[in-house]
């Protein structure tokens, strides 16, 4: 069974850093590209990024409002998946998921929850 | 401000076709594949069109997806009280650099 958990969520001062991992099982972890989604409390959904499998570069790939200061890194020994938010507003509230395609159907995690407030 | 324009709601009745559009432009929808999901409150998002028209294995074939030019559309038909959820559209943007997701289309059934 195919599984994403995140997790590191929490309350956050602006200005600050937090780093998210996204624990996976139940598929070949090494091949997969795996993508950040968030979603700030009662708005829609916002793509983050995606980084890719080593083999195919392992590249990664972000959205404007966090590049320069966001950063996707994997292990796939540890099939674990990273996210440094550094330099955090409060527009980067919200419940972040990670999410993957594995033959052709797509895994979503059940989010976390990061509160930027003073 | 999504570069993906949805509209904010749409509403039918039990049994009835809708459609929902997701309007881009020439570095987005034009030229990229478009990708549908679903989500309920308190849920993940689910994907339920791939690459325009294709549906996961699962999905009912009530849903269907459509592109044409820098436009594409979400139709479900024989509507369910189960639908009433939120719907958004993705599509890679080459102008931004990454994927985008539409403001999103709170569908009501009546």
């Known amino acids: 069974e195919v599984q994403l958990v995140e997790s590191g969520g929490g309350l956050v001062k602006p200005g600050e850093s937090r780093r998210l991992s996204c624990a996976a099982s139940?598929?070949?972890?090494?091949?997969?590209?795996l993508t950040w989604v968030r979603q700030a409390p009662g708005k829609g959904l916002e793509w983050v990024g995606r980084?890719?499998?080593?083999?195919?570069?392992?590249?990664?790939d972000y959205a404007a409002p966090v590049r320069g200061r966001f950063a996707f890194s994997r292990d796939d020994s540890q099939k674990t998946l990273y996210l440094q938010m550094n330099s955090l507003t409060v527009e980067d509230t919200g419940i972040y998921f990670c999410?993957?395609?594995?033959?052709?159907?797509?895994?979503w995690g059940q989010g976390t929850l990061v509160t930027v407030s003073s | 401000q999504s570069v993906l324009t949805q509209p904010p709601s749409a509403s039918g009745t039990p049994g009835q076709r809708i459609t929902i559009s997701c309007s881009g432009g020439?570095?987005?929808?034009?030229?990229?594949?478009v990708y549908w999901y679903q989500q309920f409150p308190g849920a993940a998002p689910k994907l339920i069109i791939y690459?325009?028209?294709q549906r996961p294995s699962g999905v009912p074939d009530r849903f269907s997806g459509s592109k044409s030019g820098t436009s594409a559309s979400l139709a479900i038909s024989g509507l369910r009280s189960e639908d009433e959820a939120d719907y958004y559209c993705?599509?890679?943007?080459?102008?931004?650099?990454?994927?985008?997701f539409g403001g999103g289309t709170k569908l009501t059934v009546l």
């Open positions: 993705l599509a890679w943007d080459d102008t931004l650099g990454g994927r985008v």
């Open positions: 690459r325009n028209d």
């Open positions: 020439s570095s987005n929808i034009g030229s990229h594949n």
């Open positions: 999410t993957t395609a594995v033959s052709g159907a797509d895994y």
């Open positions: 980084i890719k499998s080593k083999a195919d570069g392992g590249t990664a």
């Open positions: 139940g598929f070949t972890f090494s091949n997969a590209w």
